[in-house]
């Protein structure tokens, strides 16, 4: 009877070991893979403000430069107002020349035409010329450009302007210093151009020198095979890395492993997990060691094409 | 005896069974922990976010350095231009203005 009574105690234990081994192992093993989860994502979350925290630092630099050369520009635009306002100032200038030699240019002739006019039948008394020569009684009869013509005690005569007396020659303005000849040898030399020999473009440089040497398949070959070269390069680089963020992940189970440990719960998610990564990390590796064989050929190929280039 | 027996099987059971409640309720915790922590932490990002946002970039200083530029140049070429320009109408006016005076001096004698 007792026999009996132990058969389904038994089967009851198995039951209840069962529920339990199942609550244990499913239950608190998610647990404890999403507590691992959430304290990687935490984590990388404060991984990310130290980030914004560098960047913010760097903005406030940058924010500084930006300031100072806000200052740069105010400092420079105002000095440019200033330039302009020096250019405004040296065309108010040149204006003012110019209308003013303009206004000469036109009264100065009309003026010493009057006063030639006005001249004519003066009396000029005793006058002695630059040759020596006295004239009695001079009285002027016509007043030209280069000569005066005059009337004295032995007769008429035209006297040219370089053998007049000097005060004679100022108050007539004649000859080649006169005022009028100035003021048109004055706007003659604004008339003239400054002399600025551009300095004339250089030719552009010959072509490039042509011509690697090799013949067109060769050539065809060498690209084919740099190009293969820079592919290969990149795989084993990108494969590198893979591998290097696969070793990180299973480190990084690695420790979740021991914390679990630690805290004496389960941990067989974590160690699919470990085991994926180390897996993915070896696949990883086994592609590198295939792209540099490949690429190991093709540096030979590329080393026998260098050759025969060279011969 | 077989009630006690059964009793005492049921008892040892719930004794290994309750660590384990325990445990899944401590991850629990712990990981609710972590959640606020996390939320707090993205709030600070958040914010940090906002604040670098209404900052200028390396963009902006490349296009202030190069308005630097373009206004130095400028005012480099305004200023070469205006010195040079304003040297040479005070030349002119130097050489102008005695002829000036001379003619002035000649009109006036002459009461024209």
Same mark, same amino acid.
């Given at each position: 009877m007792?026999?009996?009574a132990?058969a389904?105690?038994?089967?009851l234990l198995?039951?209840?070991?069962?529920v339990?081994?199942?609550?244990y192992?499913?239950?608190v093993?998610?647990?404890?893979a999403d507590?691992q989860?959430?304290?990687?994502?935490t984590?990388?979350a404060h991984?990310?403000l130290r980030v914004?925290h560098e960047?913010?630092?760097?903005?406030?630099k940058?924010?500084?430069?930006?300031?100072?050369?806000?200052?740069?520009i105010q400092?420079?635009?105002?000095r440019?107002?200033?330039?302009?306002q020096t250019?405004a100032d040296a065309d108010?200038?040149?204006r003012?020349v110019?209308g003013?030699l303009k206004?000469?240019?036109?009264?100065?002739p009309s003026i010493r035409?009057k006063?030639w006019?006005?001249?004519?039948?003066a009396?000029?008394?005793d006058?002695t010329?630059?040759?020596?020569k006295s004239?009695?009684?001079?009285v002027?009869?016509?007043?030209?450009?280069?000569?005066i013509?005059?009337?004295h005690?032995?007769?008429?005569g035209?006297?040219?302007?370089d053998?007049?007396?000097?005060?004679l020659?100022?108050?007539?303005?004649?000859?080649d210093?006169?005022l009028?000849?100035?003021?048109?040898?004055?706007?003659?030399?604004?008339?003239?151009?400054?002399?600025?020999?551009a300095?004339?473009?250089?030719a552009?440089p010959a072509?490039?020198?042509?011509a690697?040497g090799m013949?067109?398949?060769?050539?065809?070959?060498?690209k084919d095979?740099?190009f293969r070269q820079?592919?290969l390069q990149s795989k084993?680089?990108?494969?590198r890395q893979n591998k290097?963020?696969?070793d990180d992940?299973?480190?990084?189970?690695?420790?979740?492993i021991?914390d679990s440990?630690?805290r004496g719960?389960?941990t067989?998610?974590?160690?699919?997990d470990y085991?994926?990564?180390?897996?993915?990390?070896?696949?990883?590796?086994?592609?590198?060691?295939?792209?540099?064989a490949?690429?190991?050929?093709?540096l030979?190929?590329?080393d026998v094409?260098?050759a025969?280039?060279s011969? | 005896?077989?009630h006690?027996?059964?009793l005492?099987?049921l *008892?040892?059971? #719930?004794?290994f069974? !309750?660590p384990?409640?325990? @445990?899944?309720?401590?991850?629990?915790?712990e990981?609710?922990k972590?959640?606020a922590?996390r939320?707090?932490?993205?709030?600070q990002?958040?914010?940090?976010?906002?604040?670098i946002?209404t900052?200028?970039d390396?963009?902006n *200083?490349?296009? #202030?350095?190069?308005? !630097?530029?373009?206004?130095e @140049?400028?005012t480099?070429?305004?200023?070469?231009e205006?010195?040079a320009?304003?040297?040479?109408?005070?030349?002119i006016?130097a050489r102008?203005l005695?002829l000036k005076k001379?003619?002035?001096?000649f009109?006036?004698?002459?009461?024209l």
């Open positions: 007792e026999n009996k132990w389904p105690i038994l089967v198995f039951i209840m070991s069962g339990f081994a199942f609550y192992l499913e239950k093993d998610k647990a404890n507590f989860n959430a304290k990687l994502i984590e990388q991984e990310s914004r960047m913010l630092e760097s903005r406030k940058l924010a500084a430069d930006h300031n100072a050369m806000l200052q740069k400092v420079a635009e105002t440019q107002k200033t330039l302009e250019q108010k200038k040149q003012s110019e003013d206004y000469w240019i036109g009264a100065m035409q006063i006019q006005a001249a004519s039948g009396k000029l008394g006058i010329l630059q040759s020596g004239l009695k009684n001079a002027i009869r016509k007043v030209e450009e280069k000569s013509s005059i009337i005690s032995e007769g008429i035209t006297i040219p302007f053998d007049l007396p000097k005060d020659i100022a108050r007539f303005d004649l000859g210093n006169s009028v000849r100035q003021f048109e040898q004055f706007q003659e030399s604004l008339a003239e151009k400054p002399k600025n020999a300095p004339v473009a250089q552009a072509t490039a020198p042509s690697s013949s067109a398949m060769d050539e065809v070959r060498f095979l740099k820079a592919d084993i680089s990108a494969s290097n963020n696969w992940q299973a480190s990084r189970i690695s420790s979740q021991s440990k630690s719960v389960p067989t998610r974590l160690r699919e085991q994926k990564a180390q897996a993915q990390s070896q696949a990883n590796a086994a592609a590198v060691l295939t792209f540099e490949e690429l190991r050929k093709i030979v190929e590329l094409l260098s025969r280039q011969r | 005896m077989k006690s027996s059964i005492l099987l *008892l040892s059971l #719930l004794s069974s !309750l384990g409640c325990n @445990k899944h309720n401590i991850l629990r915790q990981r609710e972590l959640d922590e939320e707090a932490v993205q709030a990002i958040a914010e940090l976010d906002r604040t946002q900052m200028p390396a963009f *200083l490349v296009a #202030l350095q190069r308005r !630097l530029e373009e206004v @140049k400028k480099a070429s305004v200023e070469a205006a010195s320009k304003m040297k040479k109408w005070e030349d006016e102008f005695p001379q003619a002035e001096a009109r006036e004698k002459n009461n």
